[in-house]
Structures are given as structure tokens and as C-alpha cells.
T-cell receptor, first 115, second 117 residues
Framework: DTEVTQTPKHLVMGMTNKKSLKCEQH?????MYWYKQKAKKPPELMFV???????INESVPSRFSPECPNSSLLNLHLHALQPEDSALYLC??????????????FGEGSRLTVL | QQPVQSPQAVILREGEDAVINCSSS?????VHWYRQKHGEAPVFLMI?????EQKGHDKISASFNEKKQQSSLYLTASQLSYSGTYFC??????????????????FGKGTHLIIQP
């Protein structure tokens, strides 16, 4: 199984809503990532979990809250978002090696629209 | 710091060759190359780990000049299926990281490749 599964595929929410994006992988990878991608832009790193610990937070606003319940699951909790947060949210996983993070396997993404 | 990719866009006829470049001002451990088609997730093409290393995958190959912190992706005899946006992603040297494990990739702005029949 070489898939990273993200749910939901599409999400529309109001600025006062609380929602969550979910990501799951069964490749035994020990690093998981959240990236944000706007149209015609590159993926932008948000969070990195290495061995279930948050290792990178790229100055992301607190209205985004990541959670890694176990090595296979990664959540992104959303609260009080702004319309400019509308984007494709990509989850990825990799197996860190001796000196590097390894090849990224991306999920298909969750397309978020904030009204 | 974001790597610099060039060119921004390329239009080719099927069968022609293309080169996409990626450079960084920071010392790198690795350079990754990904292709993303419209409405799809990025797909891994290859990773280059050592200075001067070259890797190949069918008619797509790449090189990494560690001294210059530059990588190039070579697409030969391009096929229609090569169309998409190509991103390089860079990973800093471990010695410069604040911790172990993975730091994630910083992607360049992308090169939009169009292959025409």
C-alpha cells in the first residue's frame, strides 16, 4: 500500500466553524507533513511531524492546529479561518533516513473553501 | 529559503528536449524533483543526494552540483504525458538543522511544461 489518503476531498466552511482535515498512511513512514497550496503556486510547508513529534511549525497562525494521534494518522484542526485560507491542503509522508527526510508521498489533497 | 527555478514556462513539440534548473543559496543535503498535473497531487520523480550525482528515470534524468548548489532536470524526447508543472524541492544539510528526523522540503516556484503534438 503506497497511498496517502486524505478526507474530505472538498470542504466548505464558514469563518466561525470548526472542522478537521484527516490524513492516513500505512507505509510505516515516520514523518508526516501538511502543505498548503494556492492556485498556480508551489506547495508551502506548514507543519512537520517526525516520529510523532511536531518538529517544524512554519509560523502558521494558531487557527490551524495539527495533531498526530499515532504514526499513521495526521489531523489538521481548523477554527475561525479567513477567506484567504481557502486553498488545497496536501498531506505527505516519508521515511526519514540517516541524514534526510526521504521521498515525499502526497495525498490527493483536501480542497478547502472558507466563506 | 526558496530555491530559484528557471525557466518559468516551456512549450515544446513532442520529441524535443528540455532542461529545468534549480539553484539554492543555502547548503543542501538533497534536491527532489516532482511533477504535478492539473488537479492532481505532486508525484515524486527523483532525489539527488550527493554532489555531482546523476540519476535517470526512463528519459528523464537529473544532476546535482553540490559545489554550486544547483540541480538540473533533463527531459529528452518529450512525450505528451510529460506535460505539467515541475517543482524542485530542497532539503537543508542535517548539520544545519535544529533537530533530527525530517525538516520537509522547500519548493521552487515551479516550471510549467506544455508538450504539443
Amino acid at each position: 500500500d503506497t497511498e496517502v489518503t486524505q478526507t474530505p476531498k472538498h470542504l466548505v466552511m464558514g469563518m466561525t466553524n470548526k472542522k478537521s482535515l484527516k490524513c492516513e498512511q500505512h507505509m510505516g513512514h515516520r514523518a508526516m507533513y501538511w502543505y498548503k497550496q494556492k492556485a498556480k503556486k508551489p506547495p508551502e510547508l506548514m507543519f512537520v511531524y517526525s516520529y510523532e513529534k511536531l518538529s517544524i511549525n512554519e509560523s502558521v497562525p494558531s487557527r490551524f492546529s495539527p495533531e498526530c494521534p499515532n504514526s499513521s494518522l495526521l489531523n489538521l484542526h481548523l477554527h475561525a479561518l479567513q477567506p484567504e485560507d481557502s486553498a488545497l491542503y496536501l498531506c505527505a509522508s516519508s521515511q526519514p533516513g540517516d541524514r534526510g527526510g526521504g521521498e515525499l508521498f502526497f495525498g490527493e489533497g483536501s480542497r478547502l473553501t472558507v466563506l | 529559503q526558496q530555491p530559484v527555478q528557471s525557466p518559468q514556462a516551456v512549450i515544446l513539440r513532442e520529441g524535443e528536449d528540455a532542461v529545468i534548473n534549480c539553484s539554492s543559496s543555502k547548503a543542501l543535503y538533497s534536491v527532489h524533483w516532482y511533477r504535478q498535473k492539473h488537479g492532481e497531487a505532486p508525484v515524486f520523480l527523483m532525489i539527488l543526494l550527493k554532489g555531482g550525482e546523476q540519476k535517470g528515470h526512463d528519459k528523464i534524468s537529473a544532476s546535482f552540483n553540490e559545489k554550486k548548489q544547483q540541480s538540473s532536470l533533463y527531459l529528452t524526447a518529450s512525450q505528451l504525458s510529460y506535460s505539467g508543472t515541475y517543482f524542485c524541492g530542497t532539503e537543508r544539510l542535517r548539520a544545519l538543522r535544529t533537530g533530527g528526523g525530517a525538516d520537509g522540503l522547500t519548493f521552487g516556484k515551479g516550471t510549467h511544461l506544455i508538450i504539443q503534438p
